[in-house]
C-alpha cells in the first residue's frame, strides 16, 4: 500500500505525533463545486481553509475501508512477525535496494523537470551505490555526501503547471489526486520492479512494515482517518514552498501549547505489548473497548482519562502509560467522552455536554474494566488513581468533589489527578470559538492566502528534518490551528450524535459514505452554537436547565468538597488558556501549595513530554504503592 508519493515521505499514521496531525484539521467542501481557492467564511464567523474537492467521496471511502482493512488485517499483523525476523539494518538495506533500483524514472523526470544538477547527482549516486553499495543494498553515496534528488512523474506534471482538482484514494496504494494518480501510473511503467512482480511485492511490503503499526493506531483511534488524510493531502501534495515568514507577534500560550506534537512513546510498539480488552456497559448494553498494560506483581492501577474527543490509543495517553508502566505502575487507558467510540458504546445520552450525566457514564465504564481485571488478575490490583488530562482533568475534579452521590457499587479512587483541567467550561467556549475566529485579524486582502498557507507550513514542516528551533508560526496563526482542531472534534461529535439520533437540527441528510455536505453545514457551528441549538434542547427534555449547566460546568462551586478531598492533586500551568488569573488563585486557596503544582509556563498540555512535569506526575502519585 502506498502512502504518497515517494518524494514527500509522508506516512499518514504521523497525526498525533507530529505537529501536522495534531493540528492539521479542516472543513470539508462541497462535492458540487470544484476546489475552493478561497477560504470559507461559517455563519458563526470562523474561517476554513480550502482542501481538496472530492467528487466522488462514496467510492473513495470505500476503496478506503478496503485499503484499511489490508492494512490491518493482513500487513500489521504479520509485519509484526517480519520485524523480529529481519532486524532493523536488513530491512534498511532492502529500502535501499529498492530505491536505488527506481533511479531510472527519478532521472527521467528530473530531465522532464529540468534539473540537471538532480540528473548528476542521482547518476552519480546510482553509480556509486551499485558497485561499492553491492547492488544498491548499502547507501554509499549519503555516507560520502552525495545530495539526494527526488522527482516522480506526479511532481513533473504539478511542475509543467497541472493544478490537482480531485481527490482520490488508490486501491492498495493510498491517497492521491488526478494529477498524481496518473503519474503514479507513469511511475509503474518507468519502474523496472514494475516487472518483476515478486520484487517489487517484496520490497513495499518491506517499506510497509515499519510503519504499519503505527498506520493502524491511526486508523483506528481517529474518529474520521479518511478525511484527516484528505485533508493532510491538500498541501502535502503542494510542490511549492510555503511562505515561512511571520507577520505578527508570538503568542506563547497557544505556540507552547504546540508541544503536544513532541509527544511520542519510547518504544514504537507500546501500544501493541498490552492487551486491548472490553466490558459490556449494563447502561447501554454495549461492549466498549479499553487498553491495558499489567505489572506481572501486584501494583498501583492508574486509569488514564484523556482529552476532550481523544482515544485510549493517543499518543498522549501511551506516552503516559508507558511512563506509568516503566515506574512500575499498571495502566488502563480509556478514550474520551466527545470520541464518538465513548458516545456510541458508553454514554447514556445522546449528547455529550452535562458533567453529572458524562461522569457516571464514565465511572460505569471504569468500574466494569475493574471488575474484568480483578477477575483475570487475582490480588494484581492494588489501589486505584485516575489519572485526567484537559477535559479528563476536569472529570477528574468533579467526580472527587462528587465522590459521596456516586452509587455504592461504583468504583472509588484512591488517588485524584488533574493534569491542565479547564475549572470553567463556559469560560473554555469562549476561548476557543475566539480561537476559530483569530483570522479575522489578518487584512482581508491577504486573509485568504494566509489561511492555506498556514496549514501548508504545517504539512511541510512533516516532510523536514526534526528541528530544535520554534514551530514558524505567529500568534494568529497558532490560535487558528488550536481552533480548528477544537472545530474537527466538534464536528465528530455533531455528526456521530446526530446519526445515532437526528434532531432535525441539521438540514443536510446524514451519510457515512458521503460526509462532505454534512460536514460542510456542521462547521457553521461554534460550540456556544452546540451548546444552545443542540444541548440546551434536548437537556431541557431531561429536566435539566441552563442553571444546572452553569453550577455543574464551573468547579468553584465545589470548592468546600474539593478541599476536603486530600486524594485531589492538581498539575497546571499559568498561562494555560483555559485559565483565568483568579483561577489559579482558586486552586491555591482551595487545595493548597502541597497539592497544587502549577509550571510557569508550557500552554494547555504543551509542556507533558518535559522532565518536571513527568517527575510531578510520579510525585502526584507517591503513597499508592
Given at each position: 500500500m502506498r502512502v504518497c508519493p515517494s518524494h514527500h515521505r509522508f506516512s499518514v499514521s504521523s497525526r498525533l505525533a507530529c505537529l501536522a496531525f495534531a493540528l492539521l484539521l479542516g472543513a470539508c467542501s462541497p462535492v458540487s463545486t470544484p476546489q475552493h481557492t478561497q477560504v470559507v467564511k461559517h455563519a458563526d464567523g470562523s474561517l476554513m481553509p480550502p482542501f481538496m474537492n472530492d467528487p466522488m467521496e462514496p467510492v473513495n471511502r470505500g476503496l478506503w475501508g478496503f485499503n484499511r482493512g489490508l492494512m490491518t488485517g493482513i500487513v500489521e499483523p504479520s509485519s509484526r512477525v517480519y520485524r523480529v525476523i529481519v532486524p532493523k539494518p536488513a530491512r534498511n538495506s532492502v529500502n535501499n535496494f529498492a530505491r536505488n533500483g527506481i533511479y531510472p524514472g527519478r532521472a527521467i523526470n528530473l530531465m522532464l523537470q529540468g534539473r540537471w544538477q538532480g540528473v548528476g547527482d542521482e547518476s552519480l549516486r546510482f553509480l556509486c551505490n551499485t558497485t561499492a553499495g553491492v547492488g544498491g543494498f548499502f547507501d554509499v553515496a549519503t555516507r560520502w555526501k552525495i545530495p539526494k534528488a527526488e522527482a516522480d512523474?506526479?511532481?513533473?506534471?504539478?511542475?509543467?503547471g497541472w493544478q490537482p482538482n480531485a481527490y482520490l484514494m488508490l486501491p492498495f496504494a493510498g491517497p492521491s489526486d488526478d494529477s498524481h494518480g496518473l503519474g503514479f501510473a507513469f511511475d509503474k511503467v518507468a519502474q523496472?520492479?514494475?516487472?518483476l512482480g515478486p520484487i517489487s511485492y517484496a520490497t513495499t511490503y518491506n517499506r510497509?512494515?515499519?510503519?504499519?503499526?503505527?498506520?493502524?493506531?491511526?486508523?483506528?483511534?481517529?474518529?474520521d482517518p479518511y478525511a484527516v488524510v484528505k485533508y493532510a493531502w491538500t498541501y502535502i501534495a503542494k510542490e511549492e514552498t510555503p511562505d515561512w515568514r511571520t507577520s505578527g507577534?508570538?503568542?506563547?500560550?497557544?505556540?507552547?501549547?504546540?508541544?503536544v506534537a513532541k509527544i511520542a512513546c519510547k518504544d514504537p510498539d507500546f501500544h501493541i505489548s498490552g492487551r486491548e480488552m472490553s466490558v459490556r456497559i449494563p447502561t447501554t448494553g454495549r461492549r466498549m473497548k479499553f487498553n491495558c498494560w499489567m505489572q506481572p506483581e501486584a501494583a498501583p492501577v492508574v486509569y488514564i482519562v484523556p482529552g476532550l474527543s481523544s482515544h485510549r490509543l493517543s499518543l498522549m495517553?501511551?506516552?503516559?502509560?508507558?511512563?506509568?508502566?516503566?515506574?512500575?505502575?499498571?495502566?488502563?487507558?480509556?478514550?474520551?467522552?466527545?470520541?464518538?467510540?465513548?458516545?456510541e458504546n458508553a454514554s447514556t445520552a445522546d449528547l455529550p455536554a452535562y458533567p453529572p450525566v458524562d461522569c457516571r457514564d464514565l465511572l460505569v465504564e471504569m468500574t466494569e474494566i475493574h471488575k474484568l481485571l480483578e477477575r483475570k488478575n487475582p490480588g494484581r490490583l492494588g489501589k486505584r488513581?485516575?489519572?485526567?488530562?484537559?477535559?479528563?482533568?476536569?472529570?477528574?475534579?468533579?467526580?472527587?468533589?462528587?465522590?459521596?452521590k456516586h452509587d455504592a457499587d461504583l468504583m472509588k479512587f484512591d488517588r485524584y489527578l488533574a493534569i491542565n483541567p479547564p475549572l470553567n467550561l463556559q469560560h473554555g467556549v469562549v476561548r476557543i470559538d475566539g480561537f476559530n475566529n483569530a483570522p479575522m485579524a489578518w487584512p482581508e486582502d491577504k486573509r485568504d492566502f494566509l489561511v492555506g498557507n498556514t496549514l501548508h507550513k504545517v504539512a511541510k514542516m512533516m516532510t523536514l528534518p526534526p528541528s530544535a528551533g520554534p514551530p514558524p508560526f505567529d500568534g494568529i496563526e497558532s490560535e487558528f490551528l488550536i481552533g480548528l482542531s477544537f472545530k474537527l472534534t466538534l464536528r465528530d461529535a455533531i455528526f456521530s450524535s446526530q446519526w445515532r439520533n437526528n434532531m432535525g437540527v441539521l438540514q443536510t441528510p446524514l451519510s457515512k459514505w458521503r460526509r462532505d455536505p454534512c460536514y460542510e453545514e456542521?462547521?457553521?457551528?461554534?460550540?456556544?452554537?452546540?451548546?444552545?441549538?443542540?444541548?440546551?434542547?434536548y437537556y431541557k427534555t431531561k429536566g435539566i436547565s441552563l442553571s444546572d449547566f452553569r453550577r455543574e460546568g464551573n468547579l468553584m462551586n465545589y470548592s468546600n468538597k474539593l478541599r476536603?478531598?486530600?486524594?485531589?492533586?492538581?498539575?497546571?500551568?499559568?498561562?494555560?488558556?483555559?485559565?483565568?488569573?483568579?483561577?489559579?488563585?482558586?486552586?491555591?486557596?482551595?487545595l493548597g501549595s502541597k497539592r497544587v503544582k502549577i509550571f510557569p509556563s508550557g500552554g494547555h498540555l504543551g509542556n507533558l513530554t518535559s522532565a518536571p512535569v513527568q517527575n510531578a506526575v510520579l510525585e502526584s502519585l507517591g503513597g499508592l504503592k
Open positions: 512523474f506526479g511532481q513533473t506534471f504539478y511542475k509543467w523496472p520492479w514494475t516487472y510497509l512494515s515499519d510503519s504499519a503499526s503505527e498506520m493502524d493506531r491511526f486508523m483506528r483511534s481517529e474518529a507577534a508570538i503568542d506563547l500560550s497557544t505556540m507552547e501549547t504546540m508541544g495517553t501511551l506516552a503516559f502509560a508507558e511512563h506509568l508502566c516503566q515506574n512500575g505502575y499498571s495502566v488502563v487507558g480509556t478514550t474520551g467522552i466527545f470520541h464518538p467510540e465513548f458516545m488513581a485516575f489519572v485526567g488530562f484537559s477535559m479528563g482533568a476536569f472529570q477528574a475534579l468533579h467526580m472527587a468533589a462528587n465522590e459521596a456542521i462547521l457553521n457551528y461554534s460550540f456556544r452554537d452546540y451548546f444552545v441549538k443542540f444541548v440546551l434542547p476536603a478531598n486530600p486524594r485531589v492533586r492538581v498539575l497546571t500551568n499559568r498561562n494555560d488558556f483555559l485559565l483565568q488569573n483568579k483561577d489559579l488563585s482558586w486552586l491555591e486557596s482551595t
